[in-house]
């Protein structure tokens, strides 16, 4: 049996990066090595350095009859002809675009079926793919793009390929290489750069070319992990493994582990669950299904693994998938449960783990939120109930082991014995349990182990003496004890009020919703059920929690009412407004607390007074600006018109003076041009003011901007050697106010004839890209810089010096006021080659099937038209 031929495929994320150029240099250097390599098919697109590189390589020509059955084939865009191949059998064949379908009667449907033909019969082919064809991919490129592909290649055909390599390009030195013609016809590029070929669209595609191929890369290489027996870490790229035990704490897990995988390009998130056995971890498919759906929204992948074994399971899970992260939750047991019973999962995950990086994270339910630490005394009820947990159960087993080793010199190891359960209880439960513990060991102590035995008899006045000392030592150590937990308990609440402060003041300079931060904070801090801000007038500016019954019948700071269970508080912030609070009674030192908060709060009322004041006074201000740029721009532009008609006029009306036919005329004229162009001023003005009143009426209706752009011609008056035309929108119509959307095309036609040199010609385009239908219009002038581009849309603004036949400089304001009303948006854009390109971008009509074509996406059709 024949070897099977190899694979090798130039992938690119667009039209244009050299995929076929560099096919043909690889071919070249092949062939300078003696290998046997032919081109078996190959579509320059016209481009001229394309064909310069495959002049001189070996060429399958295609037999009569093919080219009868595929008349494209004399282009080089037709049906690749197998059987010509075939019999030539070439070592290396080489077949530009793999995505493309065949004409219909080949033997094959589409190209990579010819492709795996030549493979079986050995013979080794190099060809070339746009990452938009790949199947995978396709949806996602067209929500990218809004262009559906209908050729693709099976992601599984690909995977067989024994080489990929992305042939990459900057989207910016694409669209260098695009605008200076190298890659489309000159009619075609701007239609290219703005729909098709934008920065954004290019970068994606590149990224998503990029990822595609380390996932195949990731793939080969964990073939050859498992080939080898690889079982050491590499961290190729970042893998975080989430752990989850189907607890509530699943989806902070999730969530953390996603953030991890962010941090690092190309990061994946896996979650594994371990199924266990021996009934240890409890299975719960509600709370798993929920969590797995969050796993694929967080787009990562869900696994499920059984070993009685927990944190082996995990262990071997994560070197399998070449983990470099694994997030598992903090251990739910207790102190004393974990001190019983061992190390937990994940103490025993972070020593097996080795070069795998542990993360242990927090997801204590019952404190999700900030709280601040209560004043409910020194030691908790826990703690007291266990002091006393322990002298019961202490005392008993003490007795027990002294009784057992009694001698009649070991009294004061006994002695010794009872005081350091003393001590230990009291350093455990404080003053109670230890007073409790010493009366019961003096008594125990008297009972079983002082002459006369088993009676609670004292004899002796030194006995009744170290009863005392068993006292006083439990309350001194006790005392200390409860002291220190005092103190402890200050600072974490010192530092829970400094942190409680620090997130307030942070919430005022941030400038956010801080209200409701503010509020929400103060509940969760103080432990309240509900919490909320309200104005003189009862409306309510911020609410948190529960609502607040009753609160706001205290008057005054820290005034109260009751609230069933609970108590109400009213805190004045200042200015009739109050914060209403409702749960438990607030101690002293909190209702200072709350007068910090009260300050901040006032701070961000005043900070929001003067934000609504700075807005109320920005229109004027903007008006002031207006008013100030229409008086110059009136006191400049309307002198010269209004002396030029004042000084026609005079002259036709002088006594005494003899005037010809032609002098009279002129006159005439001057003064008519010149009322005219008062008129049009006069018109402008008004329509900038409706704009900005919001009182311009449109009629938005589907128009033809064909039509337009020829009603638009012929009032300008301009020819086939003044404009030309490459209309491509087929039959797709605009929602558009024709009047208004002639009235714009007519500002930019003038614009653009009034900069264009002299010789050239003013070029107007029009493309659908998704839903939307663009008309360019194209100058080859002196052009504008970018940072001047907002500029030349300010309404009385001019860039350079202007002539009697200017206006106040409304044009472009205007203009991109009437496409604005249209719901369109209007911007310049740099020309090739040097000019100023305008873009009218608007809504094409509902239903259009014209929004299925792209022009830069296979034979395009250009509808050349000459202006009227």
């Not at 908060?597 to 006074?617: D, F």
């Not at 012929?714 to 009047?739: C, F, I, M, R, Y």
């Amino acid at each position: 049996m024949s070897r099977r031929g190899r694979l090798r495929v130039l992938l690119g994320a667009a039209p244009g990066v050299g995929k076929t150029f560099a096919m043909l240099e690889e071919a070249r250097r092949m062939r300078a090595e003696g290998a046997d390599i032919v081109i078996a098919h190959l579509d320059t697109h016209g481009r001229t350095a394309t064909a310069a590189m495959a002049a001189g390589l070996p060429r399958i020509d295609p037999d009569r009859a093919a080219r009868t059955r595929d008349p494209d084939r004399a282009t080089g865009t037709g049906t690749l002809d197998v059987a010509a191949v075939l019999a030539r059998h070439p070592a290396v064949a080489l077949v530009d675009e793999l995505a493309h379908t065949n004409a219909p009667g080949s033997a094959h449907e589409q190209r990579w079926q010819d492709v795996e033909e030549l493979l079986a019969a050995g013979i080794d082919v190099i060809s070339t793919l746009n990452i938009q064809h790949i199947e995978s991919l396709n949806d996602v490129v067209e929500q990218i793009t809004g262009v559906p592909q209908h050729e693709t290649v099976p992601d599984q055909f690909l995977r067989r390929a024994d080489q990929i390599e992305v042939i990459d390009l900057t989207p910016q030195a694409l669209r260098d290489r695009l605008a200076g013609g190298a890659v489309y016809p000159a009619e075609r590029v701007d239609a290219a750069l703005s729909n098709y070929f934008r920065i954004g669209n290019l970068t994606a595609l590149r990224e998503l070319a990029l990822l595609w191929l380390a996932d195949e890369v990731d793939q080969a290489l964990k073939g050859y992990r498992a080939e080898h027996g690889i079982r050491r870490t590499w961290e190729a790229r970042e893998r975080v493994v989430v752990a989850l035990t189907g607890g509530a704490e699943g989806e902070t897990l999730l969530r953390r582990g996603a953030r991890i995988a962010a941090r690092s390009a190309g990061g994946e998130l896996l979650a594994v669950h371990v199924s266990s056995s021996d009934g240890v971890r409890s299975d719960h498919p509600a709370a798993l299904t929920q969590q797995r759906a969050l796993v694929e929204k967080l787009g990562g992948s869900y696994h499920q693994v059984i070993g009685d074994d927990v944190p082996a399971a995990l262990v071997e899970f994560a070197r399998s998938a070449n983990a470099t992260q694994l997030v598992l939750g903090a251990s739910r047991r207790g102190r004393l449960v974990a001190a019983l019973t061992g190390p937990g999962i994940g103490a025993t995950v972070v020593r097996e783990s080795g070069d795998i990086d542990v993360h242990m994270v927090n997801h204590a339910e019952g404190a999700r939120h900030f709280a601040l630490p209560r004043r409910t005394g020194a030691l908790t009820v826990k703690r007291r109930l266990l002091g006393f947990a322990l002298a019961l159960v202490g005392g008993p087993l003490v007795t027990w082991l002294l009784s057992t080793f009694r001698s009649d010199d070991s009294i004061t190891s006994d002695v010794l014995s009872y005081q350091l359960l003393v001590v230990l209880v009291a350093l455990v439960g404080g003053v109670w349990p230890a007073l409790f513990a010493a009366v019961l060991s003096g008594l125990t102590l008297d009972f079983f182990f002082i002459e006369p035995l088993h009676t609670v008899h004292v004899s002796e006045p030194l006995h009744l003496v170290a009863v005392a000392l068993y006292v006083v030592i439990a309350v001194l150590v006790s005392l200390i004890v409860d002291r220190a937990a005092r103190y402890t308990r200050a600072a974490r609440r010192s530092a829970a009020e400094s942190e409680l402060i620090q997130t307030i003041a942070g919430s005022v300079l941030r400038g956010d919703d801080a209200l409701q931060a503010l509020v929400e904070r103060t509940r969760e801090a103080f432990g309240l059920r509900g919490a909320r801000l309200v104005d003189a007038g009862g409306t309510v500016l911020a609410a948190a929690g529960e609502a607040v019954p009753g609160a706001a019948a205290g008057a005054g700071t820290g005034a109260g009412t009751g609230t069933g269970d609970g108590t109400g508080t009213v805190i004045d912030v200042g200015d009739g407004v109050t914060l209403e609070l409702t749960g438990a009674e607030l101690a002293v030192s909190e209702r200072r607390l709350l007068t910090v908060v009260a300050s901040q709060l006032a701070a961000v009322l005043e900070h929001r007074r003067l934000e609504l004041t700075a807005r109320e006074i920005e229109p004027i201000a903007a008006s002031d600006r207006v008013r100030g740029a229409l008086l110059s721009a009136l006191s400049h532009d309307l002198r010269r018109p209004l002396a030029a008609a004042t000084a026609a006029v005079g002259g036709l009306r002088a006594a005494g003076i003899t005037m010809s036919a032609d002098d009279r005329g002129e006159l005439l004229d001057t003064a008519s041009e010149s009322l005219e162009a008062l008129a049009t001023l006069v018109t402008d003005l008004l329509d900038v003011t409706r704009i900005q009143a919001g009182a311009l009426s449109i009629r938005v209706t589907p128009t033809d901007p064909e039509a337009v752009i020829a009603a638009a011609l012929d009032e300008l008056a301009l020819g086939p050697t003044d404009v030309s035309l490459a209309l491509q929108h087929g039959d797709a119509l605009v929602q558009a106010d024709p009047v208004l959307l002639q009235r714009v095309i007519v500002n930019l036609l003038a614009n653009a004839s009034r900069f264009t040199p002299a010789g050239a010609r003013v070029l107007v385009t029009t493309s659908t890209f998704a839903d939307r239908l663009e008309v360019r219009i194209v100058d080859h002038g002196p052009g504008i810089p970018a940072e001047k581009y907002d500029d030349i849309f300010v309404p009385f603004q001019r860039l350079g010096d202007t002539d009697n036949t200017t206006g106040l400089g409304l044009g472009l304001a205007l203009s991109r006021g009437f496409v604005e009303t249209m719901h369109g948006t209007l911007r310049p854009e740099d020309t090739p080659g040097g000019g100023l390109t305008m873009v009218v971008s608007l809504p094409t009509a509902a239903g259009d099937p014209a929004l299925d074509h792209h022009p830069d996406l296979g034979p395009s059709v250009t509808i050349a038209r000459e202006a009227h």
